[in-house]
């Protein structure tokens, strides 16, 4: 056992090796070259055309990909984007010294043998739910198998290692991780699971801690000054913002081959443009009950977001990630704060994409999908910018709703924005309706904030109702203490009166004796306890 457990901590020693900062750029170029990922081109993506952030991209584009130079600041100050921290943390980190030269790092790293023999092996975390199952149904299957054949008995031990190594590429001795690039020797890819403007996302499970992943590579090489700061944005977004149930969980970002990584919380749902697709494809919307679930988990996202004094600006479907519980991967869905009570759906709505986040007071507005801008966005109005945030959260849950596809501009556009409801397959109440019709308000001073939102009471209809029950429960309760304390009362009050009465007190028995109150008795409330709330709300 000893043994073993230093075996374990060699490895790991090895893994945290190769996580170093040195390493996780020296062979970045050759390690992404062989990736040949087919990404789709923007004119080929669902998306509309976004003014802005076309513009800045396409001028900051490098023609010559990844080999075309990069400024010395920026891929310092990326490549130590290693841990959810500050920028401040970032900046003061990036006064280590190293190399930065490209030409120094390819002689470094000579012809080095395929990946595939070197892929270090990945741990198993035994806390993921997953793992647990597995581990319970193998030891089920073992106390079975005492009783059967042998030819049996081959078979099960067969069916164990295949669950050992359900991950799992054949267990290797230490490789040479300097020589790999840092998402090679820290991660295991498992597949792409979407393709977006900027880049594609892979799941996949990270070595040392066996948990799941998702990794976003950004398509384009942060060969120019606008490049760096958007793929920035996203970080320092993330990294300011810290937790939240609601908010996709960040955990580090580097630099490899001149492309951003950026490794998040691994969303088992897909994103909520994904479940309102299929649900279409088989003619099913949201029921009311899940859209108020909807737009109260995102409201309380979006609360925790304007709270830090920042917008996201690109609310849409598929910027709105799903996970369901429990949650095998890191830091899942349990995760949650006093807030996380409206997941009794299992279903745990989360804001993603980063990317367009600003600041509240010194906005740097990159317009996000315009069929989900705000108006006065449009007109460079920033003074209610959170409430762009609630438009176009409106939008998302009519979408959401079976309302049909949104225009990217015309009659129908602006018709949407003076607060007319698209039509839906089936109707909603009127207070729902009500209140996607205000967040949906011409002008934005009119639409609820998050907070409100988080509040209100459309959204907390359920939670209503339980709160009457209860607090009718509690009021039965505290009729019945009352009719008790009357009852008391009486009592002593005709003890009071007893003594006073002369042949009562001459012919009294033992037993009318013991009834009457004793000095320092409480007369009053004696059967009730003394520290007791009549404050019920709270529950
Ligand atoms: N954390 C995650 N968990 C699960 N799937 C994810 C996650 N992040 C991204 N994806 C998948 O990858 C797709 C693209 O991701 P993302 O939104 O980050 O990229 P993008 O380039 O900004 O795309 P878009 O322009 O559509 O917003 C998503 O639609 C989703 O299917
Ligand atoms: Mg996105």
Redesign the pocket.
Same mark, same amino acid.
């Given at each position: 056992m000893a043994a073993a457990a230093n075996e374990k901590s060699v490895q790991q020693h090895l893994y945290f090796l190769s996580c170093g900062e040195e390493d996780s750029s020296d062979s970045s170029v050759e390690d992404w070259e062989p990736r040949s990922v087919s990404v789709r081109s923007p004119s080929s993506?669902?998306?509309t055309p976004r003014v802005q952030r076309h513009r800045t991209r396409s001028t900051s584009v490098s023609p010559a990909g990844s080999t075309s130079p990069i400024p010395y600041a920026a891929w310092r100050k990326l490549r130590l984007c290693d841990s959810p921290s500050t920028p401040k943390s970032l900046l003061s980190k990036s006064a280590l010294p190293y190399s930065s030269s490209k030409s120094s790092r390819c002689q470094k790293v000579p012809c080095r043998p395929a990946l595939s023999n070197q892929a270090p092996s990945v741990n198993v975390n035994p806390f993921t739910p997953d793992t647990v199952r597995r581990k319970s149904e193998y030891y089920k299957r073992k106390n079975c198998r005492s009783d059967d054949d042998d030819g049996h008995r081959s078979k099960e031990t067969q069916t164990s290692s295949e669950d050992e190594s359900y991950f799992l590429p054949p267990k290797r001795p230490a490789v040479p991780a300097l020589m790999l690039s840092r998402y090679e020797s820290e991660f295991l890819e498992l597949g792409r699971? #979407?393709?977006?403007? =900027?880049?594609?996302?892979y799941?996949c499970v990270k070595r040392l801690d066996g948990c799941m992943y998702?990794i !976003?590579r950004l398509?384009r090489p942060l060969a120019g000054s606008a490049n760096e700061q958007l793929a920035l944005k996203e970080v320092y977004a993330h990294a300011v913002l810290g937790h939240h149930p609601h908010v996709?969980r960040y955990y580090s970002a580097w630099a490899e081959d001149d492309h951003m990584i950026i490794q998040?919380? =691994?969303?088992?749902g #897909?994103?909520l443009?994904?479940v309102i697709t299929e649900k279409e494809e088989q003619g099913e919307f949201f029921y009311e009950s899940e859209l108020r679930d909807l737009l109260l988990q995102v409201s309380m996202g979006l609360k925790y977001i304007h709270a830090a004094g920042l917008v996201h600006l690109?609310i !849409?479907p598929?910027?709105i =990630?799903i996970s369901h519980q429990p949650s095998s991967s890191a830091g899942g869905a349990g995760d949650s704060d006093e807030e996380d009570g409206h997941t009794s759906s299992g279903v745990v709505y989360k804001i993603?994409?980063l990317?367009h986040v600003t600041s509240i007071s010194s906005p740097q507005v990159e317009e996000g999908?315009s069929r989900f801008l705000a108006c006065e966005v449009l007109r460079e109005d920033y003074t209610h910018l959170p409430k762009a945030d609630i438009f176009a959260l409106s939008l998302t849950v009519l979408l959401a709703a079976g309302a049909p596809p949104l225009p990217q501009n015309g009659d129908e556009w602006h018709h949407l924005r003076q607060a007319h409801l698209p039509s839906l397959p089936c109707e909603l109440t009127p207070a729902l309706k009500n209140l996607l019709q205000t967040m949906l308000d011409p002008d934005p001073s009119v639409r609820p904030s998050a907070s409100a939102l988080c509040r209100h009471p459309v959204l907390h209809r359920e939670r209503a109702g339980k709160l009457a029950t209860q607090l009718r429960r509690e009021l039965n309760v505290e009729k019945f203490r009352t009719a008790m304390l009357e009852r008391e009362l009486q009592e002593a009050r005709l003890a009071a009166v007893l003594p006073q009465q002369p042949a009562l007190a001459a012919g009294c028995t033992n037993s009318q004796t013991a009834s009457l109150p004793r000095p320092g008795r409480r007369l009053v409330g004696r059967h009730a306890a003394r520290s007791m709330s009549f404050g019920g709300l709270g529950h």
């Open positions: 993506a669902c998306h699971i #979407g393709v977006g403007e =900027f880049g594609a996302v799941r998702a !976003k398509r996709v998040n919380e =691994f969303c088992d #897909g994103s443009h994904d690109d !849409k598929s910027n =990630f993603g994409d990317g999908d």
